[in-house]
């Protein structure tokens, strides 16, 4: 069992940053990702990271901006926002999947066994 517990959502201008981070204990056997669900809408995959942290994957809208990446010895997982945009208001969640391989990235919502309760990201304009 892994309990998620996501931390350091508010509220930003456009063009500011955020960093969410996502504890996980015993979640080094796992590999993580990071949601998000605007008002009205499902719940969507943004970024994956591996379970050894090597690879990492995000959807085109966030490229360039967003990173995730994580600290194993910390048992945490961060979600690193940039240049942030009004459309990015959203609940963040983190959510983690079992992983036999340290490298394989995990794309569909399917896969993740365990979510933490979310953390509200609100970007004003």
């Known amino acids: 069992q892994v309990h998620l517990g996501e931390s350091g959502g508010g509220l930003v201008q456009a063009g500011g940053s955020l960093t969410l981070s996502c504890a996980a204990p015993g979640g080094t056997n796992y590999a993580m990702a990071w949601f998000r669900q605007a008002p009205g809408k499902e719940r969507e995959i943004q970024v994956a990271?591996?379970?050894?942290?090597?690879?990492?994957r995000s959807v085109d809208s966030v490229k360039g901006r967003f990173t995730i990446y994580r600290d194993n010895a910390k048992n945490t997982v961060y979600l690193q926002m940039n240049n942030l945009r009004p459309e990015d208001t959203a609940v963040y969640y983190c959510a983690a999947a079992r992983a036999t391989f340290g490298v394989t990235i995990y794309w569909t919502q399917s896969a993740y066994e365990y979510w933490g309760p979310g953390t509200q990201v609100t970007v004003s304009s």
């Open positions: 990271i591996s379970r050894n942290g090597g690879n990492t």
